[in-house]
């Protein structure tokens, strides 16, 4: 992967972590309705918001470019609260920047165990395993993601 293609994918990324503040994933859905994007619902404990505060500032890092900032701000959120899904996309989308494909896997994993409804994770997770030769698997991720309405 280029430079110039990393810089893009951080962008896109930022792009769309910034969509809505970050939050918790509070309340199961129904089945068959959409699920809003974690980073839309509210905070309901001092930890998820401790969480959101790094995740909101590791994405800023991002999308100026302080890459190793923006990693830690991750590491520290998803240390915070390890089944909050913004932690663990940010620190996936971080990881996928550096070009360590094994960590980025691990994280979009936990991320999307965290929140499988999460239209904001299904795009990213399908855009990484897309870009990796994981095509099929990716595909089904992002129709995932574009089936959900939030």
Not at 3 to 15: G, K
Not at 22 to 41: D, I, N, T
Not at 94 to 99: P, R, T
Request: net charge negative; proline share 7%; with cysteine.
């Amino acid at each position: 992967m280029t430079l110039r293609s990393l810089q893009s994918l951080a962008v896109l990324a930022v792009l769309a972590a910034c969509v809505a503040p970050s939050g918790p994933q509070v309340a199961k859905v129904a089945e068959g309705e959409a699920e809003r994007p974690v980073s839309e619902q509210p905070v309901v404990t001092e930890q998820r918001r401790m969480a959101r505060s790094h995740v909101e500032l590791g994405n800023a890092y991002l999308q100026s470019g302080r890459i190793g900032t923006a990693m830690e701000e991750a590491r520290v959120s998803v240390a915070i609260d390890p089944s909050y899904a913004p932690a663990q996309l940010l620190l996936a989308s971080v990881h996928a920047l550096l070009d360590e494909k094994p960590a980025a896997q691990k994280a979009f994993e936990a991320a999307a165990a965290a929140a499988p409804g999460d239209p904001e994770v299904n795009n990213a997770y399908g855009w990484f395993l897309c870009s990796n030769g994981r095509e099929k698997e990716g595909l089904e991720r992002l129709a995932k993601a574009q089936q959900n309405p939030f």
